[in-house]
């Protein structure tokens, strides 16, 4: 059977927990007579946040009550996919960059445009780069809540120690790869960064940086001067013994090495600012700058969004609370629960005060800068050919260019497959 034939199978026909009800109508049984909808999210950080917010839309919504369904990232999807087999998906939950054209072009979800017309959700509040991700086949099928952008995380103690000036808007690859070799010191083996082999906060941003790219018109990119440009900038950086290699990162990753003290830099998401001000070092003497140029200066944008199940019973309502979260009170509670940036424009400013100690401010300013996290239909098949083609270059072994090239070639395969 054909990858997106059984794909197609699995999604569109048992449970998260007690998810669609089995009314044809608008309502259920709920709690005095209100309809009560499921809604499936995987990050328990972000539990007392959405919380608040069920609550805010409640008490505008009476006739409807949510009930969130927490499943862990390790089983999110998995469980998803037997949920929709089984009919009993969640009615809205969260969607990722990865997944969305898969489940779009399977037909599993709503799509939103004549609801959106319709009410007038003020999507132009939310950055175009990552309104384009959820949109499929000109049709908009999720609507943002939150989003990510990457910068340089830097330990100003370690550069002090060093004598380095911190980094800040000025910098190029070129001071990075200089104040990695004076910050790395093998007598008490700390790396002067980590380059880790992590797609969404290292190569994808050097790439696009490099002004080459990754997925462009249903082709790898990754065979394009430029993008091995960007992957080499990491590689060059492991071969010269100024960041561990991957195989020293199997089983910690380069965030763990930066909030221990044993890397000076680190590329990280806006979203990690909160466990770096968890950590009394960090938030000591830490600090963040926006990403170094290379050829340009570039960023990858992503973000969660809120999708409807097409097999639920209760769209009338779930749209509802789709569009509640797509708004300013949604977006302003979730920004003063600090765990996420809300991507509606004009509510950070209480994500930004919530660590005054740090500089988030670069995250915002990332967004002029900021292309869209990459996928196609089945993303994580060519993605994780990407972990198994380029590991040996990040390990030190080189061959970058090579690699490189043979990644093109296997993604070009499984880029056809999509479209039979």
């Not at 290292?202 to 997925?215: C, H, N, S």
């Not at 960023?299 to 209760?314: C, D, E």
Request: proline share 5%; with cysteine; hydrophobic share 40%.
């Amino acid at each position: 059977m054909r990858r997106r034939t059984f794909l197609a199978a699995a999604l569109a026909t048992t449970p998260l927990a007690a998810g669609c009800s089995t009314d044809s109508g608008s309502t259920t049984a709920g709690s005095r007579g209100r309809t009560t909808l499921a809604y499936g999210i995987w990050d328990p950080a972000q539990v007392p946040g959405m919380q608040q917010i069920i609550k805010a839309f409640e008490r505008a919504n009476p006739d409807i009550s949510v009930e969130i369904q927490l499943t862990p990232w390790s089983s999110y999807w998995t469980t998803l996919r037997t949920a929709m087999r089984g009919g009993t998906a969640p009615d809205v939950f969260w969607m990722n960059a990865v997944n969305i054209q898969l489940y779009a072009s399977n037909g599993v979800l709503e799509p939103l445009s004549s609801h959106i017309r319709q009410d007038r959700t003020p999507v132009g509040r939310h950055p175009k780069a990552l309104r384009d991700i959820y949109a499929y086949d000109g049709r908009q099928y999720g609507l943002p809540k939150d989003f990510d952008t990457v910068g340089l995380w830097y330990n100003k103690a370690l550069f002090d120690k060093a004598g380095v000036p911190y980094p800040d808007e000025s910098w190029t690859w070129d001071d990075v790869r200089d104040a990695a070799h004076e910050l790395t010191d093998p007598r008490t083996r700390v790396y002067g960064i980590a380059a880790e082999m992590d797609r969404q906060t290292k190569f994808y941003p050097t790439i696009f940086g490099a002004g080459g790219q990754v997925l462009r018109e249903g082709r790898s990119g990754f065979a394009d001067e430029r993008a091995i440009e960007g992957l080499r900038f990491w590689t060059d950086l492991v071969d010269r013994g100024w960041s561990p290699p991957q195989s020293a990162m199997s089983e910690v990753r380069a965030r763990n090495l930066y909030l221990s003290e044993q890397v000076a830099m680190n590329y990280d998401l806006s979203a990690m600012a909160s466990f770096m001000y968890g950590t009394p070092a960090i938030k000591d003497h830490g600090g963040v700058a926006v990403l170094p140029k290379g050829r340009e200066r570039a960023t990858v944008i992503h973000g969660l969004a809120n999708v409807i199940s097409a097999k639920s019973r209760k769209k009338q309502a779930a749209w509802k609370f789709v569009d509640f979260m797509a708004r300013h009170e949604a977006a302003e509670i979730q920004a003063k629960g600090g765990v996420t940036i809300s991507s509606y424009a004009g509510t950070q400013d209480a994500w930004l005060k919530s660590m005054p100690e740090f500089d988030l401010q670069v995250f915002i300013d990332m967004l002029d800068d900021a292309a869209p996290y990459p996928s196609s239909r089945n993303t994580a098949v060519w993605e994780d050919l990407e972990y198994l083609l380029l590991g040996a270059p990040f390990s030190g072994k080189g061959g970058v260019e090579r690699a490189a090239r043979t990644l093109a070639e296997q993604m070009d395969r499984a880029l056809d497959e999509e479209e039979n």
